[in-house]
């Protein structure tokens, strides 16, 4: 998924302010969803919610106003009740900016942990296998 920098997305210097990293890798994870037949309101309503429960962010390069950059989401791995996705922001050249790992738990309305639908899992075991990469 492609993104342009807005001037809100960054400080007074021009730079991406570190937490609108978060937006965008946020961004992706649900357009990775949609681009799958999945979204996550649907769901959210269905009772599977995806929070964010583990992060982990490596911050390489800076981007800048009015850049492009893209967001890259690829399955790491599938548990039970949890889903480790490695997310990669990259400038339209490749060059890393930012690489994240984040792990998601599968929660119902009462925020109690329960097992990923069948379909779900299957989406991310398979995209795992093939070595899909989808932004």
């Known amino acids: ?7 809100e997305d960054t400080d007074a210097a021009g730079v991406v302010y570190h937490a ?4 965008f890798l946020e961004r992706g994870r649900t357009e990775y969803f949609r681009q799958h037949g999945l979204g996550v309101g649907d769901l959210a309503a269905a009772g599977h919610i995806f929070p964010v429960v583990r992060m982990e962010i490596d911050f390489k390069a800076p981007a800048r106003h009015d850049e492009l950059v893209k967001v890259i989401t690829t399955p790491h791995a599938v548990t039970r009740s949890t889903v480790t996705l490695s997310q990669k922001i990259t400038r339209q050249d490749g060059s890393l900016l930012v690489d994240a790992i984040v792990t998601l738990a599968c929660v119902n309305h009462q925020l109690k942990a329960h097992r990923i639908p069948d379909n779900v899992k299957l989406l991310f075991v398979s995209c795992k296998e093939k070595g899909h990469i989808d932004s």
């Open 1 to 7: 998924m492609n993104i342009r920098v807005y001037y």
């Open 20 to 23: 609108s990293y978060l937006k």
